[in-house]
T-cell receptor, first 113, second 112 residues
């Protein structure tokens, strides 16, 4: 399809393990965003990419969180040494440019046991 | 970070009733957006507003960009069961046009 896709849809991991979450944006969208949504909460901004660079990383909660984007397309969000408080739905969105409408993927539900 | 004040937090209504929810900000916004999130899905844009006073409809949904540029409301008329979900407001302020600021959502339940 032509929408934003994310994988995996669900991830269960043990505390202390590393996880990688993937986002495939809409083709041609230069801006890409990662958000975190805890149960019953709003969207918490994590990081924004324009092309392959990340001008705004202000939302990353700790240095255990990192993200990269390659080829101006796919992005990976990595969480090292996962903690139980990292359990949440991680949403990715892309937009044609930074001021255009953001289109969201279905999210990855992360559960840290 | 900054968040919008969105209310009500939740609503439980009968099918056929009208619904109203709103968002307020402490700063001036130049864009207001309303999204809906179904369970297990990402948010989907319903209505975008770009000018103070703008009133825009999308089917049974109507949203307005407040004159003060610090608020917006969303109305849903004649609600139906598929309106169930979480509605989020989001906006951009003049200071940082690239970053969306989000409300905490209004959870809507419709009793058929």
């Amino acid at each position: 399809g032509a929408g934003v896709s994310q994988s995996p849809s669900n991830k269960v991991t043990e505390k202390g393990k590393d996880v990688e979450l993937r986002c495939d944006p809409i083709s041609g969208h230069t801006a890409l965003y990662w958000y975190r949504q805890s149960l019953g909460q709003g969207l918490e901004f994590l990081i924004y990419f324009q092309g392959n660079s990340a001008p705004d990383k202000s939302g990353l909660p700790s240095d255990r969180f990192s993200a990269e984007r390659t080829g101006g397309s796919v992005s990976t969000l990595t969480i090292q040494r996962t903690q139980q408080e990292d359990s949440a739905v991680y949403l990715c969105a892309s937009s044609l440019s930074a001021t255009d409408t953001q289109y969201f993927g279905p999210g990855t539900r992360l559960t840290v046991l | 970070g900054q968040q919008l004040n969105q209310s009500p937090q939740s609503m439980f209504i009968q099918e056929g009733e009208d619904v109203s929810m709103n968002c307020t900000s402490s700063s001036i916004f130049n864009t207001w957006l309303w999204y809906k999130q179904d369970p297990g899905e990402g948010p989907v844009l319903l209505i975008a507003l770009y000018k103070a006073g703008e009133l825009t409809s999308n089917g049974r949904l109507t949203a307005q960009f407040g004159i003060t540029r610090k608020d917006s409301f969303l109305n849903i008329s004649a609600s139906i069961p598929s309106d169930v979900g979480i509605y989020f407001c989001a906006g951009r302020n003049a200071g940082n046009n690239r970053k969306l600021i989000w409300g905490l959502g209004t959870s809507l339940a419709v009793n058929p």
